[in-house]
């Protein structure tokens, strides 16, 4: 059967490999430390934010489903690295912050997102940053116009 369609060519193959790389590169850095890459960015959405922030919205920030969230908040409050606190007014609202523990991990990690970050864009432009960006987004319009 003779393929006209390439999937080494596929942007969505492409992509997704490079992402799983990208990923699994990052992880193993912070193996090191105990912790994964989810972990960590949990970690840097709560040491940004200004006060304790709602399940809700963390899952928001984070890109990933509710219940996914709370599996992860579970083993990192295990873990000491976060605290839940329940909302006055709704039982059923939970808050999350960092412990103490927490904050300071994240602080010492903080610079490791940054470092993973220039390593990734070396030797790379503004410009093609820009243009890279320029072109996702219009992939993502384009499936989520259908």
């Known amino acids: 059967m003779e393929v006209e369609y390439d999937l080494s060519k596929c942007i969505g193959f492409v992509t997704n490999t490079a992402i799983k790389t990208i990923t699994e ?4 850095r912070l193996e090191q430390h105990g912790l994964t890459r989810i972990q960590w960015i ?20 984070m890109n990933i489903k509710e219940s996914s969230l709370v599996r992860l908040l579970d083993r990192m409050s295990r873990d000491g690295l976060i605290q839940r606190v329940e909302n006055a007014t709704d039982r059923r609202m939970k808050y999350v912050m960092l412990s103490d ?36 987004n219009k992939m993502l319009q384009n499936i989520n116009e259908k």
Do not use: H, T
Request: aromatic share 10%; hydrophobic share 40%.
């Open 101 to 136: 523990s927490g904050r300071g991990k994240a602080i010492d990690l903080y610079p490791l997102g940054k470092e993973f970050s220039d390593l990734l864009l070396k030797e790379v432009s503004d410009e093609e940053v820009a243009i890279f960006q320029q072109v996702l």
């Open 42 to 61: 949990a970690l840097y959405f709560l040491l940004n934010a200004d006060q304790p922030m709602g399940q809700k919205e963390l899952s928001s920030l």
């Open 25 to 28: 590169n990052f992880n193993k």
